[in-house]
T-cell receptor, first 110, second 114 residues
Framework: QKEVEQNSGPLSVPEGAIASLNCTYS??????FFWYRQYSGKSPELIMF????GDKEDGRFTAQLNKASQYVSLLIRDSQPSDSATYLC??????????FGRGTSLIVHP | DAGVTQSPTHLIKTRGQQVTLRCSPI?????VSWYQQVLGQGPQFIFQ???????GRGNFPDRFSARQFPNYSSELNVNALLLGDSALYLC?????????????FGSGTRLTVV
């Protein structure tokens, strides 16, 4: 059974701070890693994907992957109240069908 | 370009009834996947279809079935509804079944079983 683990939170950070969201996965054969943002009552929206070890930056977002530790994270710099949402980690293996974590709730307070 | 469209947006059904949910993928996308999301949980995989063929099935009972049509739209059917089937049902569209670039989700169908 492939598992993707996330702390459900909530993670509360002040506006302007760096929010760090973490995800671990059980399948060592996992190949692709995705972060989705889901606002309350809405559907998930793809933020970033990462395939290789290391960092990948896109604007205020940085995804970090460490396959040896089976760990992927998302950093949000200069957090804004509009970043308040649930962040879902998704992982795929050879079947290309993603397994989602339960998500981490992020609250950015002014 | 229209995104992934799902219908209906909300639905209330009684236990034991049957329901059909519909999804139209982004133009040019040939793969459709269905997910169930219970409040407070991540999306759980139900089915994936590509070129009208089932490519994957999650751990859901046989009451759940789906199909994909020649225009790549899809239907999800759930028979003999249970209270536990109450959830947000999400349709995801992608170019292929290899899922290299992530999914685009529709806005979902909120199903309430009473």
């Amino acid at each position: 059974q492939k598992e993707v683990e996330q702390n459900s939170g909530p993670l509360s950070v002040p506006e302007g701070a760096i929010a760090s969201l973490n995800c671990t996965y059980s399948d060592r054969g996992s190949q692709s890693f995705f972060w989705y943002r889901q606002y309350s009552g809405k559907s998930p929206e793809l933020i970033m994907f990462i395939y290789s070890n290391g960092d990948k930056e896109d604007g205020r977002f940085t995804a970090q992957l460490n396959k040896a530790s089976q760990y992927v994270s998302l950093l949000i710099r200069d957090s804004q109240p509009s970043d308040s949402a649930t962040y879902l980690c998704a992982v795929t293996g050879g079947s290309y069908i993603p397994t989602f974590g339960r998500g981490t709730s992020l609250i950015v307070h002014p | 370009d229209a995104g992934v469209t799902q219908s209906p947006t909300h639905l209330i059904k009684t236990r034991g009834q049957q329901v059909t949910l519909r999804c139209s993928p982004i133009s040019g996308h040939k793969s459709v996947s269905w997910y169930q999301q219970v409040l407070g949980q991540g999306p759980q995989f139900i089915f994936q279809y590509y070129e009208k063929e089932e490519r994957g099935r999650g751990n859901f009972p046989d009451r759940f079935s789906a199909r994909q049509f020649p225009n790549y739209s899809s239907e999800l059917n759930v028979n003999a509804l249970l209270l536990g089937d109450s959830a947000l049902y999400l349709c995801a569209s992608s170019l292929s079944d290899s899922f290299n670039y992530g999914y685009t989700f529709g806005s979902g169908t909120r199903l309430t079983v009473v």
